[in-house]
């Protein structure tokens, strides 16, 4: 076994790690979690508690699962335009909130171009400079957003000849949601992504469709594009449903960061009263949206909050975040899913994988064509996409609301083997071992 | 009991706000609303422990006060009536936290901080729910704040101090101006003397006069109040001065709930002022002072929460100060446009493109006539769709002050936002003349036509006022009278250079009224639409009582809203007589409340007459529509145009229209005496006006000018 000064030293860029409530925070876990299993020293960068409260929230029961020997740096880089405490507002702010965005946003950007980071470079470089001068790093993971990290990674590398990998997930110059380009190749940002990939040992993407997006724009780096899907972890499974007993009412469950257009939501909450109007499966069922909704000033109110809150009288209730260790509970109290967000084919989002791990029933709310449709396409369970055709989503809702009281025990079982395909660690163990045989290849460690 | 005060500048978001209240109550806190929109109606559902609508009692404040709140940025607007406002005075005293759901909140929660070390001030509900549910809002609100308060505590206390004498003072003084102090004619002298004191600075003469000489109106005494108004008026030196006098006798008048007595002396005054403040190259004060002009001139006080208005009363007089404003005159200054409107193309279907803000009550069948037409592209356009121009028609400051200072910026944002739609449309039919017409008009329309209609309501409003008639290729009137109105108001309407006008009454589907009357129809008065003060629904009521007096059968039907009359002081009496009436009316079984009904045609079918009471209509829509389902019209001659040329008598039958309430109840007797009689004429009067007011028949009108 090697001794710990054998072992060599990754330095994880890696913004919503935990403790930080933000859906990416599981898979970057799994991956630090991963190279320490492999006998590696893992630093993660990120940032300090009080940034992630402002923003979508903390979750400290995701640290439960956290590697001991993991170490992480917290930087204390606040956001200022997330800044809620009005005492600390200056008298200009206060008096012209949008004018001080603007110039906020201008100034954000100098240093790199992205809205908001680009002004931590400068202290992210100099965290990382310490990390490397308290234990020399033999390798860079950053995880992007935000994209100012590509930046970090460059400058080890420049400086120290250090070499990097990029986990993108969902893709710098593309925009997943929108499904077109974010910038042009000769922008800034092309030219700063261009160079930046060119020196990467390896390019990791949540999906096909963004993996194609950047064979097409760099050809030369196919060999090293790779899709490194997104999974669920065998912590939040659920135990095998069954379901309810006859004069119990179902329940529907919403989980996730409420990443969903209004008018898909509105869809939704309108196929959903009339189905239960219509269905006697469905009489008195709830619908319970849990999750956390908005950040700085917008959390807790914003239109998504305001939408669900509007159907308080069709059974619908908001219940806020809930903690990671409490998930698989909150599974087990749930007899159908509804599985709503953004995006087309460029989206897969995390929570589909979670989802499917239930065995329970799931209802969509997103774009039928959806990276998410392809998952769930081979889900028995599955009641299809439909958009926000009210008609499809109010027929998804009764046959989910079917197969939640008739699905055997068979079927749930066939669903979660199903998912088993997904589960995180399988994913991200083969994606963690191919990455440190080229770190090993290229001659970064010894 | 410690509670929270939210503050919005916006509506605030309903179902979060209902969360929010929830839980701030099983924490043991009251919560208090302040908003800038009318917060006390839409959100009294809601739980809250007290709501405050924030501009509803502006009225009570100096001319000073909405001549700043409408030059500077909305942030401040709304920290000017919180800073002012009793009810929030009042509330803050028990507060822990202040929350601004907004960002034009933001600035008032901040001063409210400043002044108040010890209450919380959050932006947003989400930080203010965390502390709570952490239990450390008092111990976190010290921690911040120990060494402040320490530090403020002496200044506090002479803060405090002389706050609580000028309250007593001011009360004191109150009381002595009261109306019953005033009616002692020995008071009046004390009073005059006071008043002309040469020891008064004029800003306090003013504020005493406003009191004194508006108690004296208030009691009835009104020569003496006028002399007075005159002798204060002689020690006053500035334009500025005399405008706050004026103007403040008008907004202490409305908010006594009386008619103002020299509305056109005020907002004269005013915009004198505006215009001097124009000539000292101040325009954005000129703006908050030609807003305040306005505002006084269309006052819904004068010309809708009341039966009679100055301004129908004489239009050309009324309105004679606007037209000699060199500030208003920079706004409707004809910029012409370039080149004329394109003839309607041959080789492809016509692209029409419909604007409206808000309301389409009186677009429905057109639109649809105009969707089915292959030869017509219809697009319709509001607020929603001219991004970040909206705002200037939301917030007309935002455009009419760089009119004022020269500055283009408000036509790049308009360029910007909505050439795209003129680029695409060949016809622009704007439907209301209101701020979002003065914005879609503020740049050249290329070869776009441009058609504008003229309803009702905006010709007692500013924006006809405002138009650049350069730019406007065709004007449609829904009545002759409305014409009149609006020409004597604006003369340069017919001007050359100006638009064409066109008198076009409101197209409706009459023929879907047609429909069987119910057996027990002909004793049952039909009302439609009641909630505006204009419709004078006491009036009907009068006719109601008196036909009752000879037939116990006869029943008032009406449908539609109630009036909401909590705007102004005049409202709340009409509203007020109006429930009380109804009360009576309703326990006789004389009276029943249908409500608002989206099916309008199967409401009428109970309905074997329909009577218009109000005091103005452009068209009257109702009484066609009810005449169209064969229920037989008895119309007022509506007051505000009866001394015109064209009115009620001129748009419809004469035999249709009356003057007094008895004139009514004997029609309505007449017509209703005998069932046979009663239903031949009612399929006389359905067929009548099918013939001459239905889609089909004045499409062809609109046809022609939108199409050919």
């Known amino acids: ?446 | 009991m410690k509670s929270v005060l939210l503050i919005a500048g916006w509506t605030p978001r309903y179902a979060s706000l209902a969360e929010l209240v929830t839980r701030l109550h099983e924490y043991g806190l009251q919560v208090f609303l302040a908003g800038m929109t009318d917060v006390e109606v839409s959100h009294q559902g809601l739980g809250l422990d007290g709501l405050r609508s924030l501009r509803s009692v502006t009225d009570e404040y100096p001319p000073s006060f909405h001549r700043a709140t409408k030059a500077g940025p909305f942030p401040r607007e709304v920290w000017l009536h919180v800073q002012r406002d009793r009810w929030v005075a009042q509330q803050i005293r028990a507060a822990v936290a202040v929350v601004a759901l907004d960002s034009p909140a933001i600035f008032s929660a901040w001063k409210l901080a400043r002044r108040l070390p010890l209450v919380e001030a959050w932006y947003g509900i989400g930080s203010l729910l965390e502390i709570i549910e952490a239990q450390q809002l008092d111990r976190r609100a010290r921690m911040v704040t120990r060494w402040k308060r320490a530090k403020l505590a002496s200044r506090e206390v002479r803060a405090a101090t002389k706050a609580h004498a000028r309250r007593t003072a001011k009360q004191l003084v109150i009381a002595a101006a009261g109306s019953p102090a005033v009616k002692w004619r020995a008071s009046q002298a004390a009073w005059q003397r006071i008043l002309l004191s040469s020891v008064l600075s004029n800003s306090r003469r003013v504020g005493l006069a406003v009191l004194v000489i508006s108690s004296l109106q208030h009691a009835g005494e009104a020569a003496a109040a006028g002399r007075l108004t005159e002798d204060v008026l002689t020690r006053l030196g500035s334009t500025r001065s005399r405008a706050d006098l004026l103007g403040g006798l008008v907004q202490r008048s409305i908010v006594l709930g009386d008619m103002p007595r020299n509305v056109v002396g005020a907002y004269a005054a005013e915009l004198r002022y505006a215009d001097e403040l124009l000539a000292r190259g101040k325009p954005e004060a000129a703006t908050g002072s030609l807003l305040q002009a306005t505002r006084l001139a269309f006052h819904r006080a004068l010309h809708y929460d009341t039966t009679e208005s100055p301004l129908a009363h004489d239009p050309a007089g009324f309105t004679s100060p606007l037209r000699s404003s060199v500030a208003l005159s920079k706004v409707a200054a004809r910029r012409g446009r370039r080149q004329p409107a394109r003839p309607v193309p041959q080789d492809r279907p016509l692209r029409l493109m419909l604007a409206t803000h808000g309301n389409t009550n009186f677009l429905g069948d057109l639109r649809q006539r105009l969707e089915a037409r292959e030869d017509v592209e219809l697009r319709v356009i509001s607020l929603g769709d001219i991004g970040q121009a909206a705002p200037l028609a939301r917030d007309p400051r935002r455009f009419l002050e760089p009119i004022l200072a020269g500055n283009p910026k408000a036509e790049k944002v308009v360029e910007r936002w909505v050439r795209q739609h003129l680029d695409w449309a060949d016809v622009l039919f704007i439907d209301w003349c209101t701020a979002f017409a003065r914005v879609l008009t503020l740049i050249d329309p290329g070869t776009t036509k441009v058609i504008l209609r003229l309803h009702s309501f905006e010709a007692f409003s500013l924006w006809p006022h405002t138009l650049d008639l350069s730019r406007i290729d065709d004007l449609i009137f829904v009545s002759e009278h409305l014409k009149d109105l609006a020409v004597a108001e604006v003369p340069a309407l017919l001007e050359p250079g100006g638009p064409s006008v066109h008198v076009i009454p409101n197209a409706v589907n009459l023929k879907r009224f047609d429909k069987p009357k119910a057996d027990d129809a002909r004793f049952t008065v039909g009302l439609i639409g009641y909630s505006a003060i204009a419709k004078d629904v006491l009036w009907a009521f009068e006719v109601l009582r008196r036909i009752r007096r000879e037939d116990r059968r006869y029943r008032l039907l009406l449908i539609g809203d109630e009036p909401p009359g909590h705007q102004t002081e005049a409202a709340r009496r009409y509203v007020e007589a109006f429930s009380r009436q109804l009360e009576e009316l309703e326990s006789q079984g004389a009276v029943e409340r249908y409500g608002r009904t989206d099916d309008v045609p199967t409401a009428l079918t109970r309905v074997g007459t329909i009577l218009s009471s109000s005091v103005r209509e452009s068209f009257g829509v109702g009484i066609v529509e009810g005449a169209a389902s064969g229920a037989i019209p008895v119309v007022r001659n509506w007051p505000f145009f009866a001394h015109m040329n064209h009115g009620a008598r001129t748009l419809f039958p004469p035999e249709w229209v009356v003057d007094t309430p008895q004139e009514a109840a004997n029609r309505l007797l007449a017509i209703t005496a005998d069932e046979s009689s009663w239903r031949g004429q009612s399929r006389h009067v359905s067929a009548e006006v099918i013939a001459q007011w239905d889609l089909s028949v004045l499409a062809k009108q609109f046809d022609q000018l939108l199409l050919e």
């Open chain 1, 1 to 446: 076994m090697a001794t710990l000064s054998e072992r060599p030293h990754l330095l994880y860029l890696a913004f919503g790690f935990p403790p930080a409530a933000k859906s990416s925070a599981y898979r970057l876990r799994e991956t630090a979690n991963q190279f320490c299993a492999a006998g590696w020293d893992v630093t993660v960068i990120n940032l300090n508690d009080e940034a992630w409260r402002r923003d979508f929230g903390l979750d400290f029961s995701l640290m439960d699962e956290v590697d001991e020997r993991i170490q992480i740096q917290k930087v204390r880089l606040l956001r200022p335009d997330q800044e809620t405490d009005i005492r600390r507002f200056s008298k200009e702010r206060a008096l012209d909130p949008a004018g001080w965005s603007r110039e906020y946003l201008a100034r954000s950007q100098r240093d790199f171009p992205e809205r908001h980071f680009g002004a931590w470079k400068r202290p992210l470089i100099r965290a990382a400079e310490a990390v490397h001068e308290a234990r020399p790093i033999d390798l860079v993971l950053a995880t992007c957003p935000p994209y100012v990290l590509l930046s970090i990674a460059r400058h080890m590398f420049d400086t120290h000849g250090v070499r990097y990998a990029v986990d993108y997930r969902d893709g710098w110059s593309i925009d997943v949601v929108e499904g077109t380009e974010a910038f042009t190749p000769q922008s800034r940002s092309g030219k700063i992504e261009a160079a930046t990939l060119e020196d990467a040992l390896a390019l990791w993407v949540v999906n096909e469709p963004i993996a194609d997006h950047y064979r097409q724009w760099y050809p030369e780096l196919t060999e090293r594009i790779h899709v490194v899907r997104n999974g669920f972890d065998l912590a939040s499974q659920p135990p095998i449903p069954h379901p309810p007993p006859d004069e119990q009412p179902l329940v529907f469950g919403y989980l996730g960061t409420a990443r969903i257009y209004a008018n898909m939501l509105r869809a939704v909450l309108e196929s959903w009263g009339r189905a239960r109007a219509d269905d006697p499966l469905l009489a008195n069922a709830r619908f319970e949206f849990r999750g956390h909704s908005g950040s700085g000033a917008n959390r807790a109110s914003n239109g998504i909050t305001d939408i669900v809150g509007s159907a308080r009288d069709q059974g619908v209730t908001y219940g806020g975040p809930v903690a990671k260790r409490d998930l698989a509970a909150l599974y087990s109290s749930w007899d159908a899913l509804i599985f709503m967000h953004v995006g087309g084919r460029y989206v897969t989002s995390g929570k589909v994988y979670e989802y499917m791990a239930t065995g329970l029933p799931i209802v969509s709310g997103h774009a039928t064509e959806h990276d998410a449709s392809v998952l769930l396409s081979g889900y028995p369970l599955w009641t299809g996409a439909y958009g926000t055709d009210i008609d499809g989503i109010y027929r998804s809702f009764r046959l989910a609301a079917r197969l939640a009281r008739q699905a055997t025990t068979d079927d749930r079982l066939t669903a979660r083997g199903y998912a088993a395909q997904f589960e995180r660690g399988g994913i991200l163990r083969p994606a963690v071992q191919a990455l440190i045989y080229e770190a090993h290849r290229s001659g970064a460690v010894a």
